[in-house]
Nanobody
Framework: VQLQASGGGLVQAGGSLRLSCAGS????????MGWFRQGPGKEREFVAH????????HYADSVKGRFTISRDNAKNTVNLQMDSLKPEDTAIYYC???????????????????WGQGTLVTVSS
């Protein structure tokens, strides 16, 4: 599975951006999808996750209530709607995919098998 992320850019604090991740093949509900980000000088961190079979979503506390992850299995895409953006949201955002696994591991970078190339989001104050 190859993933292609897009939609990053420069936005003022309080603004919105929508990221998209396109998969190279139709996986339907057989694969979980996630978004991670890596800020300057920081480790890659979990942002959001959507289960392949149930569509259940999970979020990092830092983005809960502001970001929304969604998927369209027919189009092989997963999106991340980001509202009320803050300067601390500035990072390279990566989409990732993995075979369905234990729920407690959705935040673990190492459990994801496939990664997109990343898209830069910059939030100015």
């Amino acid at each position: 599975v190859q993933l292609q992320a897009s939609g990053g850019g420069l936005v003022q604090a309080g603004g919105s951006l929508r990221l998209s991740c396109a998969g190279s093949e139709r996986t339907g509900g057989r694969i979980d999808m996630g978004w991670f980000r890596q800020g300057p000088g920081k480790e890659r961190e979990f942002v959001a996750h959507v289960r392949g079979n149930t569509g259940t979503t999970h979020y990092a506390d830092s983005v809960k209530g502001r970001f929304t992850i969604s998927r369209d299995n027919a189009k092989n895409t997963v999106n991340l709607q980001m509202d009320s953006l803050k300067p601390e949201d500035t990072a390279i955002y990566y989409c990732a995919a993995r075979r369905p696994g234990i729920l407690s591991t959705i935040r673990d970078v190492g459990t994801y098998n496939y990664w997109g190339q990343g898209t830069l989001v910059t939030v100015s104050s």
